[in-house]
């Protein structure tokens, strides 16, 4: 394989839609949601994107047969009121910075395709620690930063402090230049493990930006047992404490 290529399935009429990216990223919260998203939606898969920009690998699958990585894309057709939606995701994201580019640029040539007017793009953002998720945003336009706002999404200055890395940031300043809005909504995550607690704040805040309503009872109850490993976790950490707080029984421990 020498180039992306785009597979497409099935011809969908949809109006409008809303794309929404959930490649897998810090803590896997972007993909977490995604996933969610098609499930409980039950979003038709339209699209297969295979690219030598991915890393040289197939997946072994249960059956014991292979598949080659791929990302996807899936359409739903709002119901009562809803918005149409293509919904982004994937095993990966490209291995090399001009994959990052060519592939941003295929996905917003598919949403100028569909009439894609707004772009939700999600992520984590990893603090090194084990924190309380929030959401934090990144946009396109001045004007989306007040609307993020009253949908309790926060902003900080310089935030994150080493910009946007990967498609969830190309979406957003790429699609500016074509005249789409575009928003990245971060859930805070340590960036140690895959964070469905992180995801499900994610999930509150996009659901509400799209007037759409979905079960989070699947995403809660990972979220939980993700509670539960992390606090074993802290339990070990603050066990390793005395050892490393200096003093007599420090030297004795080491010599």
Not at 9 to 35: D, M, W, Y
Not at 53 to 62: E, G
Not at 141 to 155: P, T
């Amino acid at each position: 394989m020498k180039k992306t290529l785009v597979r497409r399935l099935k011809e969908v009429s949809l109006e409008s839609p809303i794309l929404v990216e959930g490649l897998p990223g810090v803590g896997h919260v972007g993909k977490l949601v995604a996933e969610h998203l098609i499930e409980e939606l039950k979003a038709e898969k339209i699209i297969e994107i295979y690219s030598p920009h991915f890393p040289p690998q197939v997946l072994v699958q249960a059956d014991g047969t292979v598949r080659q990585v791929r990302n996807e894309i899936y359409a739903y057709r709002g119901k009562d009121g809803e918005p149409d939606l293509l919904i982004l995701v994937g095993d990966y994201q490209s291995a090399t910075n001009e994959g990052h580019y060519e592939l941003t640029g295929i996905f917003l040539d598919i949403a100028e395709e569909f009439g894609v007017r707004r772009i939700y793009t999600l992520g984590g953002y990893g603090t090194g620690q084990f924190v309380e998720p929030q959401v934090i945003g990144a946009t396109n336009r001045s004007e989306l930063v007040e609307e993020m706002k009253g949908l309790g999404v926060v902003f900080h200055e310089n935030e994150p402090g080493g910009g946007i890395i990967g498609v969830s940031g190309l979406l957003v300043g790429l699609g500016g230049l074509r005249g789409i809005d575009a928003i990245c909504l971060m859930g805070t995550t340590s960036g140690y493990l895959v964070d469905p607690k992180s995801a499900h704040a994610v999930l509150k805040v996009l659901c509400r930006a799209l007037g759409i309503e979905v079960r989070t009872q699947a995403l809660e109850e990972r979220a939980g047992e993700m509670e539960r490993i992390v606090s074993k976790l802290q339990e070990m950490e603050r066990a390793q404490v005395p050892y490393e707080s200096g003093g007599e029984e420090d030297l004795r421990y080491i010599g």
